[in-house]
């Protein structure tokens, strides 16, 4: 990864995938009509999140991972050119294949 980020606590830097832009049957869907995407590459993960007794609880996703988001979760950043998404762990539905 090209980007120098580090997220901090239990944050997670994605790359959101495309949506297909062409149904099975070949029709072309604009831009305008398909929907935000909900799954994403992470590409950088922080240490984990804090325990009340201090305790690092680490991750259960790493940088690779294709996830499944809310549909309005996280905050859209833009960095070198690309649009990424920074959301919390809790905000992943789970982890794609």
């Not at 833009?78 to 539905?93: A, H, P, T």
Request: proline share 6%; glycine share 14%.
């Amino acid at each position: 990864m090209a980007t120098k980020f580090k997220p901090l606590g239990d944050r997670v830097l994605i790359e959101p995938v495309a949506a297909e832009t062409k149904t099975k049957g070949g029709i072309i869907i604009p831009d305008t009509a398909t929907e935000k995407p909900q799954q994403g590459k992470v590409l950088a993960v922080g240490p984990g999140a804090r325990a009340e007794d201090g305790r690092l609880i680490p991750l259960d996703v790493k940088a690779g991972d294709i996830i499944m988001y809310g549909k309005w979760s996280g905050t859209e950043v833009k960095m070198n050119g690309k649009d990424l998404v920074i959301l919390k762990e809790s905000d992943i539905m789970g982890v794609v294949g």
